[in-house]
């Protein structure tokens, strides 16, 4: 156990679906991460939200919307995905600072 | 942040100490030396951090050069289960790490 749970582990939705992750973390953190690791690729930053506030968006396309309602919650919303953007989507959370990060175990995406 | 380079891939006897090569000739003076690992299927775990002095803790130590251009992070005694990618990790401040390819650790019975 981590202290950051992600839902669902596992989730298939076709081109059209609209579907959202979801990461909670009860760690007293004020930083949130989602991150994308691909097939044979290394981990891909996507979006940083420090105090609720989003501070990084790494050139992310719109299909992907954050949403971060408190410091403890993080979502994706995914809208009309393709088949390359199934991967293992991963949050993270993390005190301010040169703290480290925890992640979660991730939520494996396929986009049929 | 600054590049780091790591081995492909290493094995290691189980009992026996792994070291774990990172270089990071690049590396500014402000920048920490991260060091995680992630088994799979599961999310990226940390292992251990330093900015100029060795580190230890529970479950790793780490080496950093005098220079800072080079670390090593050591397992003493790896078992099965440290089987994993590890990953390191130069930055700031900032909470945005950048991973690379990682180095594939497989500890042999």
């Known amino acids: 156990e981590t202290g950051v749970t992600q839902t669902p582990r596992h989730l298939v939705m076709g081109m059209t679906n609209k579907k959202s992750l979801k990461c909670e973390q009860h760690?007293?953190?004020?930083?949130m991460y989602w991150y994308k690791q691909s097939a044979k690729k290394p981990l891909e930053l996507m979006f940083v939200y420090n105090f609720k506030e989003q501070t990084e968006n790494n050139s992310v396309p719109s299909r992907f919307s954050p949403e971060c309602p408190n410091s403890s919650h993080l979502f994706l919303h995914l809208h009309t995905l393709q088949p390359e953007d199934s991967a293992l989507y991963l949050c993270a959370s993390s005190h301010t600072g040169e703290r480290p990060l925890h992640f979660g175990n991730g939520t494996r995406l396929t986009v049929t | 942040d600054a590049k780091t380079t790591q081995p492909t891939s290493m094995d290691c006897a189980e009992g026996r100490a792994a070291n774990l090569p990172c270089n990071h000739s690049t590396i500014s003076g402000n920048e920490y030396v991260y060091w995680y690992r992630q088994i799979h299927s599961q999310g990226p775990q940390y292992i251990i951090h330093?900015?100029?002095n060795n580190e230890t803790n529970e479950m790793a130590s780490l080496i950093i050069t005098e220079d800072r251009k080079s670390s090593t992070l050591i397992l003493p005694h790896a078992t099965l289960r440290d089987t994993a990618v590890y990953y390191c990790?130069?930055?700031?401040?900032?909470?945005?790490?950048?991973f690379g390819t990682g180095t594939r650790l497989t500890v042999i019975p």
């Open positions: 330093g900015l100029k």
């Open positions: 760690l007293g953190h004020n930083a």
């Open positions: 990790i130069v930055k700031t401040g900032a909470n945005n790490l950048f």
